[in-house]
Each structure stands twice: as structure tokens, then as C-alpha cells.
């Protein structure tokens, strides 16, 4: 069943379950931060958290069993085998935590820190014809 549909970052946080914010209020916490002091801002994208100026750089999600920090697929593919190497779940632009998992802080900082530079160089874009494989897990 679909989450319901929230009207604001600051409600998606309300109806988080106490086991969830956490992780949550962490990942948004380091997004903020690598945030300021550039254009990018937090707003309410697709019904999730998400970091943008004229278009996404990255988006926080929230599900039964995870949460997770998704940036464009191009972008997180230079990233996938050094989150992998962390024992977290890596698939498709998304490092997945699961609720019993620590979050690698100084690994997502990294990552934010980077997509915002590549944002800033003008990798503004979501998606780009020809970034899958045709492959699906």
C-alpha cells in the first residue's frame, strides 16, 4: 500500500514510527549540511525529503524495512562498490539502511559533499537516455 500523501517535509517527518526518525532526522541532518551555503534547498519531491535547486540532486526515502539516500543513477554508480564495501545494500542510485543498521556518516557526507559539486558542474539532470544496462536485479 502507498504512503499517504503528506503536504511537507515537516509532516513526512511527523508520521515517521519512532523506530524510523532516527536514521531519518540523521540522513536529513547531513543533507541540510551539505547544503548550505548553496542553492540547493529541502524540499517535498515525489512525497519523500529531497535536496534540490532546479532539479533533484538526491532525495531521502522511508519504507517498512529501510530508508534510504538516492541520487541519480550515473552519479551513485562511481560510488556503488565503496557503499557496498560498508556491508549496506547498494542498488540503482540508492544506499539503502536498513532500521538495525548504523548510517556511515562520514561515507554519506562524502557522497552529498561530491554530488553537490556535481551538481554545481552542471550534472543537474535526474536521468540521461542510456544510464541503464537493461538489466534489473
Known sequence: MPAPKVASVEEFFERLEPHQLPHLTQLRELSLA??????????????????????????????????????????????KEKAAATGLEAIEGSLKFRWDQEIPEALVAEMIAARVADYQAGNTAWSVPGQYDGKKK
Open 34 to 79: 551539505g547544503c548550505e551555503g548553496t542553492e540547493l534547498h529541502e524540499a517535498l519531491k515525489y512525497n519523500f525529503p529531497a535536496y534540490a535547486g532546479a532539479t533533484m540532486a538526491w532525495t531521502l526515502q522511508s519504507f517498512k524495512n529501510h530508508c534510504a539516500i538516492r541520487f541519480p543513477v550515473l552519479f551513485f554508480a562511481q560510488w
